[in-house]
């Protein structure tokens, strides 16, 4: 089964009176562009459909018009008959993207498109999202002042997807230069909308992971070797009697010793090493990240542990 569906988007501002715009703002622009679509097709449809885009353009006094057909295909249509599974159209996926008028039935009777959302949320992470409903597959986004959206499923998946996010800011950037204010789409040849303005445009780039180290420390200690890789990229994978835990190694001098065979670990080795530890908030979730600054000594023979090396 093929489907298709046209619609165009458009910069605008005096930059672009004469009908020109700089290749290098418009083609990462369209690449994004053809990323979000490509990537929110997988998302709402997994491996079940392909989505090809194609471009042309058109030159209209202050505007740079990039008019677009899509085309999907669908690999399996015999398999979601028997199985009862939704389609998501080109349409419906535009319409879930906030990139043409939200007519749905999702999204007039349960919310938001992602468009939507990204301007409700004003360029930050939502702080908490739940399930509202499972029968209608709802859930609600709330954002940092304790104000809060329904959304359809389809939307609340967009909203998590990191790729999805990357795409929009990069359609958006052109938006940071002097003299291109809006960013807009039409269908066929109805109304232009503007749906994104210049100062909105902070709204849809991807927010920086909020990090903040909490604490530091060091000690030394006797660890149990569970797990290791032989690839100094690797985690190893180590208990201290009490707990087991994971750390990196990066004691250069080691790798050295294990590069040139000058050792060799058996069940219930340990080593005693230098193990700095360090508590991170990453995007409101407490994390600690363990580093082996210094091996001190390999310890052979306790009982406890067992290692299993990394298979890639």
Not at 150 to 175: C, F, M, T, W, Y
Not at 210 to 233: G, M, N, P, Y
Request: proline fraction near 3%; charged fraction near 30%; charge should be negative.
């Amino acid at each position: 089964m093929t489907e298709k569906t046209s619609f165009s988007v458009a910069y605008g501002g005096e930059l672009l009176e004469s009908g020109l715009m700089d290749i290098n703002q418009l083609a990462p622009a369209l690449l994004s562009l053809g990323q979000l679509l490509d990537e929110a097709n997988k998302t709402l449809n997994g491996d079940r459909s392909r989505l090809q885009v194609k471009v042309s353009s058109d030159f209209k006094s202050g505007s740079f018009d990039i008019f677009l057909e899509l085309t999907q295909r669908f690999v399996d249509q015999i398999g979601d008959l028997l199985h009862h599974t939704e389609h998501y159209s080109p349409t419906k996926i535009l319409q879930f993207l906030g990139l043409t008028p939200d007519n749905l039935p999702e999204l007039t009777a349960y919310g938001a498109s992602l468009i939507v959302i990204y301007k409700f949320l004003k360029g930050e992470r939502p702080p908490k999202i739940e399930m509202h409903n499972t029968e209608t597959n709802t859930y609600i986004i709330y954002n940092r002042d304790g104000e809060s959206k329904e959304v359809p499923g389809q939307v609340a998946d967009l909203l998590k997807n990191e790729v999805i996010r990357e795409s929009i800011d990069g359609v958006i950037k052109p938006l940071e230069t002097e003299g291109i204010d809006t960013f807009s789409t039409r269908v066929d040849c109805g109304e232009r909308s503007i749906i994104i303005a210049k100062d909105e445009a902070q709204y849809f780039r991807k927010p920086h992971d909020d990090v903040e180290q909490l604490s530091d420390s060091k000690r030394t200690c006797t660890c149990i070797v569970i797990s290791a890789s032989f690839d100094e990229k690797y985690i190893w994978r180590f208990s201290d009697g009490q707990s087991s835990f994971n750390a990196k190694i990066v004691d250069q001098e080691f790798w050295k010793k294990i590069d040139a065979g000058g050792e060799s670990f058996s069940k219930g080795d340990a080593l005693t090493v230098e193990l700095q530890s360090k508590q991170i908030r990453r995007n409101r979730k407490l994390t600690i990240e363990n580093e082996i600054i210094r091996v001190i000594d390999h310890v052979r023979g306790y009982e406890q542990g067992s290692l299993f090396e990394h298979k890639e």
